[in-house]
T-cell receptor
Framework: DTGVSQDPRHKITKRGQNVTFRCDPI?????LYWYRQTLGQGPEFLTY????????KSRLLSDRFSAERPKGSFSTLEIQRTEQGDSAMYLC?????????????FGEGSRLTVL | GESVGLHLPTLSVQEGDNSIINCAYS??????FIWYKQESGKGPQFIID?????DKRQGQRVTVLLNKTVKHLSLQIAATQPGDSAVYFC??????????????FGAGTTVTVRA
């Protein structure tokens, strides 16, 4: 499968714990995005990388959240000191600058449940 | 806040009938709109896009209509099939290559196809 892959698919954690999600984009894509989706809502933009540079972060991304893309390939999203309000689906997407504007290729998401 | 939204959260359609999914947007500066489809347990998938200098665009069994006067967008699905059952999101961005990372999604319409 050459699509966007995310790991883990599901994570249950206790409040206050740290969690890390990994995203492997489509290999030739230089752009990588993180979105968050809560039940019944559309995805909300969190952050964006072009190659290894993080070019924008949403105000939704508090200082407990950090994302990296160290070599311009895979990315990690870490949430420190998790809160119940962090429970959501975390979606990763990738795209190419040579592709269609707005055509993001999403992974299947990592669902976080904070108890 | 969100600049796009949908008129109805759910739509039930008889197999073989046409479906029409509506979306209203508030940002008059938006010049690029996209429809995404999200099946259960999967990430959103690009369906079709339209620029603000167009009022209609057709794809395979789908048509997107844009009415800039009333800031309304619709997705028409011809001869709806069981595989069309999903949540449909409209999304918008400013349309430039530099800004395509920041799509704003509406809340979504859940389409259920009756056999």
């Amino acid at each position: 499968d050459t699509g966007v892959s995310q790991d883990p698919r599901h994570k249950i954690t206790k409040r206050g714990q740290n969690v890390t999600f990994r995203c492997d984009p489509i290999s030739e894509h230089n752009r990588l995005y993180w979105y968050r989706q809560t039940l019944g809502q559309g995805p909300e933009f969190l952050t964006y990388f072009q190659n290894e540079a993080q070019l924008e972060k949403s105000r939704l991304l508090s200082d407990r959240f950090s994302a990296e893309r160290p070599k311009g390939s895979f990315s990690t999203l870490e949430i420190q000191r998790t809160e119940q309000g962090d429970s959501a689906m975390y979606l990763c997407a990738s795209s190419s600058t040579s592709g269609r504007i707005g055509e993001l290729f999403f992974g299947e998401g990592s669902r976080l449940t904070v108890l | 806040g969100e600049s796009v939204g949908l008129h109805l959260p759910t739509l039930s359609v008889q197999e073989g009938d046409n479906s029409i999914i509506n979306c209203a947007y508030s940002n008059s500066a938006s010049d690029y709109f996209i429809w995404y489809k999200q099946e259960s347990g999967k990430g959103p998938q690009f369906i079709i896009d339209i620029r603000s200098n167009m009022d209609k665009r057709q794809g395979q069994r789908v048509t997107v209509l844009l009415n800039k006067t009333v800031k309304h967008l619709s997705l028409q699905i011809a001869a709806t099939q069981p595989g069309d059952s999903a949540v449909y999101f409209c999304a918008e961005n400013s349309g430039s290559v530099e800004n395509d990372y920041k799509l704003s999604f509406g809340a979504g319409t859940t389409v259920t196809v009756r056999a």
